[in-house]
Structure formats: structure tokens, C-alpha cells
């Protein structure tokens, strides 16, 4: 069946969809109506609700199950959802969420086995006592969480998936530059986002808990780090220095880091993080795209749209 994103402008829609967020609003003539961010596996659409009753605040809320049949419109270049009906799914219906929610394309499992080996690596005592107990602590949701809200990872599982891919990156970027220090690389880039487990609300139709509103996930896992360090008695200048490289993963205090990265490892973490989460972002934007035309603006990327070439690269030339 076709995902929501791979409709149209003009055509019609009656699919089960999960609810992802939900915002009730007033329009101009004075009723009131809901903003409904929708979602399948292939990604997620705005939609508009008009003449929203009270009943349907309650009903419409996220991470809920819904039956939507609706028009696909175009709002400043970017596709919407009208909708005409819309109901709860019941158990009678044949879905459930796992058949709506995208998921990251390794499992689990290969997941910690990787991660796993990483932390093996580790020589040094104390970072690898230290990153092994806070994956510990954080094990079950750092494996089932988002990397984000949304613009990258932004599905369940996507926050391992996120840190499983930097690591490959940092041991090819490693073994070109081997005065890397791949203990403090591979322990930062473990630890850098697991703040998100507390910043985040769940694995689904995440929003931002009162944590993450106050304090973010980079205070979050530098208070972490310090903590633990402290209940297991490790320590030294590394536990200053991890909290270092979460500090400063960011690298700009107008992108959240209240410090710009001071060690060869803190700066080359930042890049890692950055191409990731722009390689991210641009592959599932083109994905959604036919060839021969633009994606939509990608606000994460300064606004820009981009081009899906016509052309096969993986088609031989003859």
C-alpha cells in the first residue's frame, strides 16, 4: 500500500494513520480546528481538522490510532492533508501501531553486539567502566528512542542507529588520523546523545518532557556522567574531558553547546554528528522525492531543496 508522503497534490487519501502530534488552533472566522502531524512508516504529513468539537481534543491525541479519509492539498510548497472524516481505529480494525511507526534498518540486537565491541575497544579503565555503566543504566530506551523530535532519526530505534553510525564513521575517520584518541571518540559518541532517554517522552510520537524543556539532553548526560563517575569512584581528568565532548557536540552556543569543542576529538565528534544527521535527513528527503524534481525545503538545512537526479547511477554506462 502507498505511504502518506508518495501522494499527491489533488489526489484522495483513506488510509490508518498514527498520530504524532496534535495542536488545536483558532481560525480566522473564529472556530476552532486541530493540526494533526500524521504518520506511517514511509514518514509523516500535516494535517487540518476544521470545526474541531471538544470531543475531538480528546479523541485526537498523540499516539493514537486513526482511519483518515481526506484530499492531499499544497500549503507553501509542501504537501497537506485535508481531511473529510476521520474516526478511532478500534480492535476490530486490521492495524496496529508497529505497522505505522518507521523503525531503524538494523535490529536490536546488532545494534548492542556493535555498540558492544565498540566499548571493548576501549583501553582505558576508567572510560570504559564509566560509558559501559550509563549504556547499562539507559540501556532499554537509548535502544527504542528517537535521535530527535524530528529532522533526523526521527524513528523508533533511530538514537542507537544514530550512534552505531558515527562509531563506523569515527573508525574510518581513526584509522586516516590515528593521533585520534579512539577512547575518548568512541565513549563521546556513545554518551553524547544519551541524554535524549530523559529529554524525549517515548519511542513513539515523542515530545519534549519537562527536563528536556528546562534543561536539554547535553546538561542532562553531562550531570549524568558526573554523577556515575562519582557513585563508582572513577576519578581523573577523563571524566572532565567526556563531559567535554558532550558539552560541546553542539560546537555553537546559537546550536546549543554552551562551550565550543577545546580537544581534536570534541571537534571531529561535531563533524561526525553533523554529517550523520545531514546525510540522514537528505537521504529520506530524496527518497520522498521523484527523480527529475526538488525535494521539499529542508529547514534543518538552511531552507534548501534539493535536486533528485533523473538519472541511475547504479546503471552501467554501455
Known amino acids: 500500500m502507498k505511504g502518506i508522503v508518495h501522494f499527491n497534490e489533488g489526489e484522495s487519501v483513506s488510509l490508518y494513520l ?31 481538522l476544521w470545526d474541531a468539537a471538544p470531543q475531538d481534543e480528546k479523541d485526537y491525541v498523540p499516539d493514537t490510532i486513526v482511519k483518515v479519509e481526506g484530499d492531499i492539498t499544497t500549503f507553501r510548497g509542501k504537501n497537506q492533508l485535508r481531511i473529510r472524516n476521520i474516526r478511532l481505529a478500534s480492535q476490530q480494525d486490521p492495524v496496529k501501531k508497529s505497522d505505522l511507526v518507521a523503525t531503524a534498518p538494523m535490529s536490536i540486537n546488532e545494534m548492542v553486539d556493535t555498540m558492544n565491541q565498540f566499548i571493548f575497544e576501549i583501553r582505558n579503565p576508567n572510560i570504559q567502566r564509566l560509558t559501559r555503566a550509563l549504556l547499562k543504566k539507559h540501556q532499554e530506551a537509548f535502544f527504542e528512542f528517537p535521535a530527535a523530535v524530528k529532522n533526523h532519526h526521527e524513528y523508533v530505534s533511530g538514537l542507537a542507529y544514530h550512534v552505531v553510525s558515527m562509531l563506523n564513521l569515527a573508525k574510518s575517520v581513526a584509522a586516516l588520523y590515528p593521533s585520534l584518541d579512539t577512547d575518548l571518540l568512541y565513549s563521546g559518541i556513545i554518551l553524547h ?31 549524568e556522567i558526573g554523577q556515575t563517575a562519582k557513585e563508582m569512584g572513577v576519578e581523573g581528568e577523563e571524566v572532565t574531558i567526556l563531559q567535554h565532548i558532550v558539552l560541546s557536540h553542539h560546537s555553537k552556543p546559537e546550536w546549543g553547546s554552551p562551550k565550543p569543542p577545546l580537544i581534536k576529538e570534541a571537534e571531529i565528534l561535531h563533524m561526525l554528528d553533523n554529517l550523520d544527521a545531514k546525510m540522514n535527513m537528505l537521504t529520506r528527503a530524496i527518497e520522498r522525492t521523484k527523480p527529475g524534481e526538488f525535494t521539499e525545503r529542508l529547514f534543518a538545512m538552511d531552507n534548501r531543496s534539493f535536486y533528485h537526479p533523473l538519472y541511475d547511477s547504479k546503471v552501467p554506462v554501455e
Do not use: W
Open 193 to 223: 546523545d544519551m541524554g535524549k532517554v530523559i529529554e524525549l517522552s517515548g519511542a513513539t510520537s515523542a515530545s519534549y518532557t519537562l527536563e528536556g524543556k528546562l534543561l536539554g539532553h547535553i546538561s542532562i548526560m553531562v550531570n
Open 18 to 48: 498514527l498520530i504524532k502530534s496534535a495542536a488545536k488552533s483558532v481560525a480566522s472566522n473564529g472556530k476552532p480546528f486541530l493540526t494533526l502531524i500524521l504518520q506511517d512508516k514511509s514518514g509523516e504529513i500535516d494535517a487540518k
